[in-house]
């Protein structure tokens, strides 16, 4: 016996009024549990290829899912001749947070990263954890002082983003642009590192 509801099965014949038979119903009934079984089947595949592609601390994009889209967004902006944009974030001091306050804290205040992330991008931008406490927003159609102003916004609501124990959040930025940094698709994702590198060196 079902207990969830998929969908409702209406039938109805209009060559003759009658009643539906018992072997009637007995059909309606196994092509509908027939069709239940197939309904839950498709929403388990999707489930799995969501998963497949999300990250589950987060929410977010995943790494796997992240190179995927990097190498696409860039074959279509060289193709087109349009910019392309990466911003890469590293949540400051989580091994001092997971030290500190355990590591549901640093759980915790990865998960607020990714939400910022997330909700302050456009529909258009990925939004991926790379790693640990790194994420990426790939910026499709976007210059580097565009990418920089973006940037520089994310660090700011980060910045007031405030998690039980530790307090408010701290995060490294760095940002990369095709053409102006980068002809691969590799080297841009290595030219927004360095720049991470750098502005955590600078503090």
């Known amino acids: 016996m079902r207990e969830k509801v ?8 209009f060559s003759e009024m009658r009643e539906w038979s018992i072997d009637d119903m007995a059909l ?13 089947n498709a929403d388990l595949h999707r489930e799995v290829e969501k998963q497949a592609v999300t990250d589950g601390l987060t929410g977010v994009s995943n790494r796997r899912s992240f190179n995927e889209a990097l190498e696409r967004e860039f ?26 306050y355990g590591h ?29 406490e790194e994420f990426c927003v790939l910026l499709p159609n976007t210059d580097i002082d565009m990418a920089e102003q973006l940037g520089e916004r994310l660090r700011r609501l980060i910045a007031e983003t405030h998690v039980d124990g530790p307090g408010n959040l701290s995060a490294s ?4 642009a095709y053409p102006l940094h980068a002809d691969t698709a590799d080297s841009l994702f290595l030219k927004a590192d360095e720049a991470l590198y750098r502005a955590k060196q600078d503090g």
Do not use: C, H, P
Not at 6 to 13: H, K, M
Not at 28 to 40: C, F, Q, T, Y
Not at 86 to 94: A, E, G, T, Y
């Open 28 to 40: 309606i009934g196994s092509l509908a549990d027939n069709l239940a079984v197939a309904i839950e």
């Open 173 to 176: 930025l760095g940002v990369a």
């Open 75 to 100: 074959e279509r902006a060289k193709r087109y001749s349009q910019d392309l944009s990466l911003i890469v974030v590293d949540l400051d001091f989580l091994k001092k947070i997971n030290d500190t």
């Open 104 to 132: 549901m804290a640093g759980d915790e205040a990865i998960k607020n990263i990714g939400r910022v992330l997330a909700q302050s991008s456009r529909s258009t931008d990925i939004t991926a954890r790379y790693g640990g």
């Open 6 to 13: 998929l969908g409702v099965l209406f039938l109805e014949d």
